[in-house]
T-cell receptor, first 111, second 114 residues
Framework: QKEVEQDPGPLSVPEGAIVSLNCTYS??????FMWYRQYSRKGPELLMYTYSSGNKEDGRFTAQVDKSSKYISLFIRDSQPSDSATYLCAMIGQGAQKLVFGQGTRLTINP | SQTIHQWPATLVQPVGSPLSLECTVE??????LYWYRQAAGRGLQLLFY??????ISSEVPQNLSASRPQDRQFILSSKKLLLSDSGFYLCAWGRGSRYTDTQYFGPGTRLTVL
């Protein structure tokens, strides 16, 4: 079993829809959680960074962490064609040096 | 602000040829440095990481090696490329061993081995 599971998709939704992207994990030591966005042929860029459980909002993006269920989500409101990309979740435990990544979900927003 | 550079951006090499990819970071000191490979449609595979000059940890036994000759320079090398070395190579930096922190990625090098 992988430490982090992420549905690779692809996921295709119409413009304006609310998108939900999810990851589950098995290691209870993970405390820091990230979402990266990667456009085609580009390096991943950090989108959201959260610590422990709860919600964090940044514009149209909301990151949610449920440590009791070992489940993290990224919500995109009012999705735009420019949001079409691969979204990678990542996480790390306190004092660790290496991020553990999900496989990435390929998202397409259709105009 | 911090900036991470990688070059070259694209590379096409024959099987059996050597490889040298370079990564440099600006605007920070004593960073952790990482090399990843991403095969087409696949996730990120950590290849090497370094917490200081001359300190390299290898994650996957393979045809590649890494070196860190300076604090903010990280080099990925191979003496003889294999077809399976094709992929998108990403360098990343983190704030260092005192921090449990995220990583910031460079623009990547797309390597095709023919």
């Amino acid at each position: 079993q992988k430490e982090v599971e992420q549905d690779p998709g692809p996921l295709s939704v119409p413009e304006g829809a609310i998108v939900s992207l999810n990851c589950t994990y098995s290691n209870s030591a993970f405390q820091y959680f990230m979402w990266y966005r990667q456009y085609s042929r580009k390096g991943p860029e950090l989108l959201m960074y959260t610590y422990s459980s709860g919600n964090k909002e940044d514009g149209r993006f909301t990151a949610q962490v449920d440590k009791s269920s070992k489940y993290i989500s990224l919500f995109i409101r009012d999705s735009q064609p420019s949001d079409s990309a691969t979204y990678l979740c990542a996480m790390i435990g306190q004092g660790a040096q290496k991020l553990v990544f999900g496989q990435g979900t390929r998202l397409t927003i259709n105009p | 602000s911090q900036t991470i550079h990688q070059w070259p951006a694209t590379l096409v090499q024959p099987v059996g040829s050597p490889l040298s990819l370079e990564c440099t970071v600006e605007g920070t000191s004593n960073p952790n440095l990482y090399w990843y490979r991403q095969a087409a449609g696949r996730g990120l595979q950590l290849l090497f990481y370094s917490v200081g000059i001359g300190q390299i940890s290898s994650e996957v036994p393979q045809n590649l090696s890494a070196s860190r000759p300076q604090d903010r320079q990280f080099i990925l090398s191979s003496k003889k490329l294999l077809l399976s070395d094709s992929g998108f190579y990403l360098c990343a930096w983190g704030r260092g061993s005192r921090y449990t922190d995220t990583q910031y990625f460079g623009p990547g090098t797309r390597l095709t081995v023919l």
